[in-house]
């Protein structure tokens, strides 16, 4: 017996489409999915900078490794469940068992995690073993929501703050923790989720009250929408209600 409440919708997985028609969908989630957003925005710049063999811990899709200069020698890894989750099985991903990573001690410059903490029941040792395989000087590159439904369930155990991260990556020479987004892009998301919510109901007598609930939403989601894009070009609204966190670390 589920000793929890089954998911009324899963998450879409994260995926870069090709041609222009998956460009064109990408960039509409992008206005849509300010968790993904601000995940980008945090990790465009850094990826940038990467150089020499990056790990990517629980790479799903391997959605950002777009953001990654070429000459990168990217290796994705991830848990065989990860398939049941919607992601397609990728024979170039290496699985793994969600805690020890399959490569030898100092193998690589940098380590990219993303949205991924918050599944481990031990993240502790999750980011142990990524400190474990980063050469002195690697960095580690990670994002964890703060504000977001329960997701992926029931593998979905933890929700960090800044204070915890700072905890959490105390092995590291030097730790940075980013709040991504504010309380104006929390209300809009939890509007944005409100909506899909009501429109997947499996019942058509539902949707009798739903749609228009809906229709009555979607001038407040869309002016939420704006003001949230807003307050993220001006660096508005509070930093103690954020979507997430990104962290970057640096090893000795």
């Known amino acids: 017996m589920k000793d929890y409440i089954p998911e009324e919708f899963k998450p879409i997985p994260v995926r870069k489409a090709t041609g222009v ?25 850094r990826l940038a900078n990467v150089r020499g063999t990056l790990i990517d811990v629980g790479c799903g899709e391997m959605p950002f490794r777009d953001l990654l200069h070429p000459a990168v020698q990217y290796t994705g890894i991830d848990v065989p469940e990860a398939i049941s989750f919607g992601m397609r099985n990728n024979i170039d991903i290496i699985p793994f068992d969600g805690i020890n990573i399959p490569f030898p001690d100092a193998s690589c410059d ?9 599944h481990v029941a031990d993240p502790a040792s999750l980011v142990a073993e990524m400190y474990r395989v980063l050469r002195p000087g690697g960095l580690m590159i990670a994002t964890v ?18 204070f915890r991260l700072s905890s959490l990556f105390s092995s590291f020479s030097s730790v940075e923790v980013v709040e991504r987004g504010n ?30 609930v809906v229709a009555l939403l979607a001038p407040f989601t869309l002016v939420a929408l704006g003001c949230a894009h807003l307050s993220l ?13 990104g962290i970057l670390a640096c090893k000795d």
């Open 183 to 212: 309380d104006i892009t929390v209300i809009a998301n939890k509007l944005v989720v409100l909506c899909a919510r009501l429109l997947r109901s499996k019942s058509a007598l539902n949707l009798f009250w739903t749609l228009p």
């Open 110 to 118: 940098a380590v990219l995690c993303t949205e991924v903490l918050e």
């Open 145 to 162: 929501p703060f504000a977001a439904r329960v997701h992926h369930a029931p593998y979905d155990f933890h929700r960090f703050t800044r």
């Open 233 to 245: 070009m001006v660096g508005g609204g509070s930093k103690n209600d954020p979507l997430g966190y």
């Open 21 to 45: 028609a998956g460009s064109i969908g990408y960039g509409a989630r992008l206005v849509v999915d300010l968790q993904l957003l601000t995940c980008t925005r945090f990790l465009k710049s």
